[in-house]
Nanobody
Framework: QVQLKESGGGSVQAGGSLRLSCAVSEYYNSLSVAWFRQAPGQEREQVARIYTRTEETSIADSAKGRFTISQDRRNWRNTVYLQMTRLKVEDTGIYYC????????????WGQGTQVTVSS
């Protein structure tokens, strides 16, 4: 069972930057790891995704040009980062890291979430 632990949330003014981290317990598996955002009263939205084996990435249209997803697999650890720049008020929400094995369709592992608040 993959375990995920997020860190790096906080409060920032519009136009600022934050970097979120997701420590992934599985190093060897080929996973899809994604960042989701849930704003108050809204459905959870996937904002970025990376395949750990190929490092292929995907960014939601609302985040393109501002967010970058990457991973660090040194020292037999796997950490997935979400670098967020030029933050907007509408980026506010709880950010969740999620993972799934590449052989299944649904994300089966979720982190506890980290709050990101962007003020004007």
């Amino acid at each position: 069972q993959v375990q995920l632990k997020e860190s790096g949330g906080g409060s920032v003014q519009a136009g600022g930057s934050l970097r979120l981290s997701c420590a992934v317990s599985e190093y060897y598996n080929s996973l899809s790891v994604a960042w989701f955002r849930q704003a108050p009263g809204q459905e959870r939205e996937q904002v970025a995704r990376i395949y750990t084996r190929t490092e292929e990435t995907s960014i939601a249209d609302s985040a393109k040009g501002r967010f970058t997803i990457s991973q660090d697999r040194r020292n037999w650890r796997n950490t997935v980062y979400l670098q967020m720049t030029r933050l907007k008020v509408e980026d506010t929400g709880i950010y969740y890291c999620a993972a799934r094995d590449m052989t299944v369709a649904q994300f089966t592992a979720w982190g506890q979430g980290t709050q990101v608040t962007v003020s004007s």
